[in-house]
């Protein structure tokens, strides 16, 4: 267990490392400079290399490429190239706007996935059918669009909850859960759906198992054997998707983001590239993959706890 | 021509005519387009459908049906590219891993684990960002990316097809790799290659919406339906309208590419669609089994009827009669598809999904003190067949225990010994914690674990089949049940282990006084352990009786013919060159006959087996009589045997009937 524990932590250093790696070729291949965006638009090709030479652009790669790893491994991200905050500080006033949605999201679409993909599972006939063919639908539909539809039945029809933009929880709880509301629900969607067909499928197969006859032949009630058993079995796929959920919603709620006007860090994200910020970029892409990297250990923790074939090979 | 499996089904027909028809839209657009994309109609902006503008106009007047029809080769082109990327990358290289042995795909599979690590949205938004908007660019970015998992599903496919024999022999003849795989491997691929490419494309269309949702798909004039659904979002508030053509459009095309997918894939939905949930059903057997069990007896079965969907469907087993009286071991013997197993399971209802008990009834005379007369003997029991499902779980395990053929998957791997064990004696018991961890020590002990302490923290992967059966009967007697089911108890284990297992079933018959039904093809089994046996043979039981009786002086020719093809040989006589078989097979259900089942096999059959036959006293049972009789021995044939000079014993021809 401790080999395997150190091999997936040198594993998880490696995959920030290359992913560091990746973004500093992608931001030096771009056809733009650094000098060009904090000298202005009306700057002279002089201008544009004396602030190039400040901010180190013309050193070797690999020099470049140490110095900034020097500064992100003590948390320096460097400074903003648009507005000269600390990107750092900005990430991480950011950071949990996004987890806030990732979290609910997840948790919820957890809940009401398993629950319906269960039902699903162990009532056929009409009930199955209509899961089959919800999910279906609400898989094929963008979120953004879903997102959309929300805003204009529950925003501006119903007049339910805010359209857009964030409170944080510090300032008003209830507004902070009131401000999530939309951009959560629209993600749960989806995030049901998927597990909803995962969980089904894992729970059929998973009820045709000798040893749920066994219990079966025992007089193990019914629930027991849905819920603790058989779910048990069929948790392995539904962890691993809902982790893989909880990564692409950190990763990948930037469309999410930018409908519903929340300051997380897929809009860092969006503004930096849309700006050209190349240090923001760099700190955006190594920011999300720490998220993913973390993330995967816990699932993989969580599987072997669920799993004691895992857990003791 | 034959038609592709994908299109014999409605949805793989839908799917593929949406795709085919969106094709051949984008491409003809400017030829039929009623509107050039960016025609603005001034007088009309903002207007739902009409008879001008099908689908309605946007903030400009220009017609929607016109941007989606000229937006859908952008929309759909580059993520048919990003597939075309992903497999050309991911194939080639599972190839080469599967083929070129360990190093090369350790290497291949470290990298395509650190593809898949990264988050790809934000590196695809990094590469956006430095070479700028590039729908093609970008969509072949995500093709690399989306390689990984590609490379993995296929890695896992190819090593193992290349392990099957015909590619090994196409090898060893010396056919090149590349034509090894062209030829052999490859096809092999093509269901799983059509379904990930179908779901792996509507993931891609998904992704390049979402770009272009957020500006960073092609530029403005050029619409693609996520840019188009960008613009309608902003008249959200004024026209919701707007929304609706270009989201039903990209949702069709994402459902058409799964629904495609699954159609390629087959079988799945429809294997899934088979019937789950049996609904517990009470009263559609006939009432032909009398309104009491016999005096004495712990189960008495009469004319019991199994079939398949009710009682129309075909039949499993037809009018099984017999009786065990407390304290004794039953053996149902006969070959494979004889019904013995769905016999055994009907008792206490553990029939499989669609199959259940349409005639006949199961007397059991339980402990429940509803069965109790005022004496507080046994009284006369209930009919377990009639029973609905909530009150048979409350006898399962607790009366009644079953032991599965196969012990190494009959326990839950997700689960300790320990608790498997502790549930169902709390359960039956009502005992604490430590209490029943206790009971189950004890029971370890008397299945012969002698290390119960470790077997409790034990998992099942880590037992051999043998600890495992002993598990499963420590398991079966938590609820202290009267009667034990074992389906073939020992057919799954090495044949030393199944002596051990069949000696502890007879020692605990012995210290418990519990009643055994134990299935079996193997006569063997049942004469070494065994007071009564049925013999059954398509659906029926042919002739029952004591071991001493049936097996000892068979009377129907099948229990003789049986017994003549068992392998086991006596002491002291020669070990046949060839085994004796009973020429033949059984007969499938719809093939049963109406007269006797074993004709079309039998040496002795006349004219006369052609009616149907009861079953008639045997074995001098008719002499007996008494309540507790013993002599209730019965044969279904109209030839009985009466002395062992008759018997059949079938020569070890290898085909045609013993003469």
């Known amino acids: ?313 | 021509m034959r038609v592709p499996r994908a299109l014999r089904t409605v949805g793989g027909v839908l799917s593929a005519a949406w795709l085919v028809f969106l094709l051949l839209a984008s491409v003809t657009a400017s030829w039929w387009l009623p509107y050039q994309v960016d025609a603005q109609d001034p007088a009309h902006t903002l207007a739902g459908p009409s008879a001008s503008h099908w689908l309605g106009t946007d903030d400009l007047g220009r017609d929607v049906l016109s941007r989606i029809a000229a937006g859908s080769w952008i929309s759909v082109g580059p993520a048919l590219l990003a597939v075309v990327v992903a497999f050309g990358i991911g194939i080639p290289l599972a190839l080469l891993a599967a083929e070129h042995g360990r190093w090369v795909e350790h290497g291949f599979s470290r990298f395509a684990e650190l593809l898949l690590a990264l988050p790809s949205i934000v590196i695809l938004l990094a590469f956006v960002g430095a070479v700028g908007v590039h729908p093609w660019a970008i969509m072949t970015v995500l093709g690399v990316l989306l390689s990984a998992p590609v490379y993995r599903i296929f890695l896992g496919q190819a090593q193992s097809l290349r392990t099957q024999l015909y590619v090994d022999a196409a090898r060893v003849n010396g056919v090149s790799s590349l034509r090894v795989n062209l030829r052999h491997v490859l096809p092999a691929m093509a269901t799983t290659i059509a379904v990930q490419a179908a779901q792996l494309f509507a993931i891609s269309v998904l992704i390049e919406a979402g770009l272009a949702f957020m500006g960073f798909g092609p530029s403005v004039p050029s619409p693609s339906w996520g840019g188009l659904i960008a613009a309608a979002s902003q008249h959200v508030y004024d026209d919701p309208w707007l929304m609706v053509p270009t989201g039903v459009v990209l949702a069709l095309t994402v459902i058409a590419a799964n629904g495609l997918a699954d159609a390629v894939a087959g079988g799945r939905e429809r294997e899934a669609a088979t019937p789950r949930h049996r609904k517990p059903r009470t009263s559609v057997r006939a009432a032909t089994g009398g309104t009491h069990a016999t005096e004495g007896m712990l189960l008495d079965v009469r004319d019991l009827t199994v079939a398949v969907g009710g009682p129309d469907g075909p039949a499993l087993v037809t009018g099984v009669s017999f009786a065990l009286p407390p304290g004794t071991v039953l053996g149902l013997v006969g070959e494979s598809g004889c019904g013995k197993t769905m016999t055994a399971r009907a008792l206490p209802g553990l029939l499989p999904e669609g199959v259940e008990v349409t005639g006949g009834s199961v007397w059991f005379a339980g402990r429940d003190s509803a069965d109790r007369d005022s004496a507080g003997r046994d009284s006369a029991g209930r009919d377990l067949a009639g029973l609905p499902d909530k009150e048979l779980q409350a006898i399962r395990g607790r009366e009644i225990a079953v032991i599965s053929q196969e012990p190494m998957v009959a326990l839950d791997p997700m689960f300790s010994v320990g608790y498997q064990l502790t549930q169902p004696i709390r359960r039956f018991r009502g005992v604490g914690r430590a209490e029943a961890r206790r009971i189950a020590a004890e029971l370890l002990g008397q299945v012969g674990i002698v290390d119960a302490g470790r077997m409790l923290r034990s998992y099942p992967h880590q037992l051999s089949g043998g600890m495992a059966q002993r598990v499963c009967i420590a398991l079966a007697l938590t609820g202290s049940p009267k009667l034990l089911i074992a389906d073939e108890p020992t057919t799954a284990l090495d044949v030393t282990v199944q002596a051990e297992i069949l000696s502890l079933l007879r020692a605990l018959v012995r210290t418990t006084g519990l009643s055994v039904i134990i299935v079996s093809h193997d006569p063997g089994v049942v004469a070494d352990l065994c007071d009564e046996v049925a013999v059954m043979y398509a659906g029926q039981v042919v002739e029952s009786g004591t071991v001493a009786e049936v097996l000892g002086q068979p009377a129907h020719p099948y229990t003789a013919a049986l017994l003549a093809a068992n392998p086991h040989v006596a002491e002291g006589l020669p070990v046949p060159e060839r085994l004796p078989s009973i020429p033949g097979t059984v007969p499938a259900p719809p093939d049963w006959p109406a007269g006797c089942r074993f004709a079309s096999r039998c040496s002795l059959a006349t004219a006369e087996c052609a009616a149907p036959v009861p079953a008639t006293p045997a074995h001098g049972a008719a002499k007996v009589h008494g309540a507790a009789n013993h002599g209730t021995g019965t044969v279904r044939c109209v030839h009985p045997l009466s002395s062992p000079a008759e018997l059949p014993v079938p020569h070890p021809v290898e085909r045609g009937v013993p003469s």
């Open chain 1, 1 to 313: 267990m401790l080999t395997y524990l150190a091999r997936r932590l040198a594993f998880a250093v490696t995959t920030v490392l290359a992913a560091s790696v990746v973004s500093f070729l992608l931001v030096h291949a771009s056809s733009g400079s650094p000098g060009a965006i904090t000298a202005g638009a009306g700057a002279t090709p002089a201008q544009v290399a004396a602030e190039n030479h400040r901010l180190g652009w013309d050193q070797p790669l690999v020099t470049q490429y140490l110095t900034w790893l020097g500064h992100a491994a003590s948390g320096n991200f460097g400074v903003s190239l648009i507005d000269g905050h600390n990107i750092w500080s900005d990430l991480m006033a950011r950071l949990p706007v996004t987890a806030s949605i990732a979290v609910f999201a997840t948790l919820l679409s957890g809940v009401f996935g398993v629950l319906i993909g269960v039902a699903a599972a162990v009532r056929s006939g009409l009930a199955d059918r209509a899961v089959t063919v919800g999910s279906g639908v609400a898989l094929s539909l963008p979120q953004f669009w879903i997102g959309i539809l929300l805003v204009y039945l529950i925003a501006i029809k119903a007049h339910l909850l805010p359209a857009t933009g964030y409170v944080a929880f510090s300032a008003s709880p209830s507004q902070y859960l009131q401000s999530l509301a939309l951009p959560v629900i629209t993600l749960t969607i989806t995030g049901t759906a998927i597990i909803a067909r995962t969980t089904r499928t894992g729970m059929i197969s998973a009820l045709r198992q000798e040893h749920i006859r066994t219990l079966h032949a025992l007089g193990t009630p019914p629930w027991r054997i849905r819920y603790v058993h058989a779910l048990r079995f069929a948790a392995a796929p539904v962890v691993s998707v809902l982790g893989i959920q909880f990564i692409a919603l950190f990763g990948g709620s930037v469309v999410i983001e930018q409908l519903f006007a929340l300051p997380g860090l897929g809009q860092a994200a969006q503004n930096a590239i849309g700006t050209n910020d190349f240090p923001a970029v760099q700190g955006v892409v190594v920011i999300a993959t720490v998220v993913v990297v973390i993330t995967n250990l816990v699932l993989d923790l969580v599987l072997a706890a669920i799993d004691p074939r895992v857990r003791t090979a």
